[in-house]
């Protein structure tokens, strides 16, 4: 199984401050034909199921706002919310989707306001 | 518009079973993979099972494997998840999710039914 590894496991941000959150495989997520990167970022409020954010590691879902934002590419990847808002309070999950079904996630980030 | 609606969580003794059902709606199982996911109170998420659209292939975790019967009723669009021997750390929230396609994040999430183990 592929290992996702999320740096730091909890993060606090003033409003309007950047956040960043880094996620790691243990293997390249990288495929070779399509040349896209088979990661995804979810956020989880509490009592809610988690939400796409982001997927091939850098395409934004349609309505997430366009102050978060992923890059990377291989292993190493990160998303950041470039102006941190009060209603980003959340946990946030990377995921990898390059070995089917066997889709794994990284164990979670909270993040939390200054 | 897509929907995913799990049910059958409950409490249930170390070594019992429980049934639970994903009714879907807005679309066909027959045409998608369906998964579950499940996250254990304060935990991080799990990937649990997935039965592929052809209804054929079915995939379990290390974790569940041999205990947990993924299957599907066409007639009532549903989803199951037999679990048996159940033990404490099955404890979680049981989401049942969908991708739009084979190697793809998961867009859709339904609300989770919750699984509690314990004597």
């Known amino acids: 199984d592929i290992v996702m590894t999320q740096s730091p496991d909890s993060l606090a941000v003033s409003l309007g401050e950047r956040a960043t959150i880094n996620c790691k495989s243990s293997q390249s997520v990288l495929h070779s034909s399509s040349n896209k990167n088979y990661l995804a970022w979810y956020q989880q409020k509490p009592g809610q199921p988690p939400k796409l954010l982001i997927y091939w590691a850098s395409t934004r879902e349609s309505g997430v706002p366009d102050r978060f934002s992923g890059s990377g590419s291989g292993t190493d990847f990160t998303l950041t919310i470039s102006s941190l808002q009060a209603e980003d309070v959340a946990f946030y999950y990377c995921?990898?989707?390059?070995?089917?079904?066997?889709?794994?996630f990284g164990q979670g980030t909270k993040l939390e306001i200054k | 518009q897509v929907q995913l609606v799990e049910s059958g969580g409950g409490v249930v003794p170390p070594g019992g079973s429980l049934r639970l059902s994903c009714v879907a709606s807005g679309f066909n199982v027959e045409t998608y993979d369906i998964h579950w996911v499940r996250q254990a109170p304060g935990k991080g998420l799990e990937w649990v099972s997935a039965i592929w659209y052809d209804g054929r292939n079915v995939f379990y975790a290390n974790s569940v494997k041999g205990r947990f019967t993924i299957s599907r009723d066409n007639s009532k669009n549903t989803v199951y998840v037999q679990m048996n021997s159940l033990r404490v750390e099955d404890t979680a929230l049981y989401f049942c999710v969908r991708a739009d396609t084979n190697l793809a994040p998961f867009h859709y999430w339904g609300q989770g039914t919750l699984v509690t183990v314990s004597s």
């Open positions: 995921q990898q989707y390059y070995v089917s079904p066997f889709y794994t």
